[in-house]
């Protein structure tokens, strides 16, 4: 039987770098591989981005409220498949984390799902926390905070500035109050920059 695989890390930790590797390393032994990510990633549009450079188009975007494992199907053809990779699957609702595991358990299909596991408040996305609950595999990817010490949470900021509040999803310039970016920090220096807040609080 195939697996449900959840690769997380912060921001910053490697993972779109990881699933392209992962692709590279099937498609050099002449396997065909699919890769998706949800539609509500609008960064890069249909691309996968690594920091280093590297991008690939997807093969199918996962629609809000759509079936992921339909869309796999729509995607895959008649072709047999090897793998499905799968970036910033902390976007996928649950109910399409179900999908994926229906995909690897009933299908036969490894499916390797890469994402953060906690907004910038500290809460766990939708999508990461079902990936806890169902993937036969966890596996950690690991970065440092700007201190030195291990990264594991994300912080927002917009124009420079951190911010503690606001939606769970904003992406580039998904705010209208200025540009948003992102940085990987350890718990000190989280706690230091919130004020000791978690979880909005």
Do not use: W
């Not at 032994?29 to 690939?56: F, M, N, Y």
């Not at 906690?118 to 990461?128: C, I, L, N, W």
């Not at 904003?170 to 979880?199: K, N, W």
Request: charged share 25%; aromatic share 8%; proline share 2%.
């Amino acid at each position: 039987m195939a697996k449900l695989y959840f690769r997380y890390g912060a921001m910053n930790s490697g993972k779109s770098t990881a699933l392209l590797q992962a692709a590279y390393n099937y498609e050099e032994r002449g396997q065909r591989v699919l890769l998706a990510k949800p539609e509500i990633d609008t960064k890069g549009a249909d691309q996968i981005e690594s920091r280093l450079g590297v991008s690939r188009t997807v093969d199918f975007l996962v629609a809000t409220g759509a079936d992921a494992r339909e869309s796999f199907r729509a995607a895959a053809g008649d072709a047999p498949i090897a793998c499905l990779l799968v970036d910033e699957a902390q976007f996928l609702t649950p109910g399409q984390v179900d999908d994926l595991l229906r995909i690897a358990v009933l299908d036969d299909i490894p499916v390797l799902a890469y994402g953060i596991r906690t907004d910038f408040r500290t809460e766990a996305f939708p999508g990461s926390a079902r990936l806890l609950e169902l993937a036969h595999s966890l596996e950690e990817l690991k970065t440092i905070c700007r201190c030195g010490r291990k990264a594991i949470f994300n912080a927002r900021l917009i124009d420079g500035r951190f911010v503690f509040d606001g939606d769970q999803v904003a992406i580039d310039q998904g705010l209208t109050t200025g540009e948003v970016t992102y940085e990987s920090m350890c718990a000190v220096c989280y706690l230091t920059e919130s004020g000791g807040r978690l979880d909005g609080r």
